[in-house]
């Protein structure tokens, strides 16, 4: 689970973003979105700052919030008040196949 988290985060491109819940779909495990925190706090070299909260929330709070929203406007991603302008900048993930019996 942990790898396949992993290499859908690897995934999201500079400039773009993605949600816990995007991210735990896109990996095979909807509904998985606290898994997906699980790993990213324990991850080294991941680019974390792209993954937020619903509706492009950063959920993160103090130093690492204001780290965050600083990557990513460093990465060109623009936001509305507080929220990342998801419409501008949210990564789609390709539908992932469904298996042949």
Do not use: C
């Not at 990213?40 to 919030?65: C, E, F, M, S």
């Amino acid at each position: 689970m942990r790898d396949r988290i992993t290499s859908t985060i690897r995934n999201i491109p500079r400039g773009k973003v993605s949600t816990y819940g995007a991210v735990a779909k896109a990996a095979g495990f909807p509904g998985a979105a606290r898994q997906v925190v699980a790993v990213l706090r324990g991850a080294v070299g991941l680019p974390w700052q792209r993954v937020l909260g619903a509706r492009g929330t950063i959920k993160l709070r103090g130093d690492y919030a204001f780290e965050q929203r600083f990557r990513l406007e460093a990465e060109g991603v623009t936001f509305r008040g507080r929220r990342v302008d998801m419409k501008l900048h949210e990564h789609k993930f390709p539908r992932a196949r469904k298996k042949a019996h």
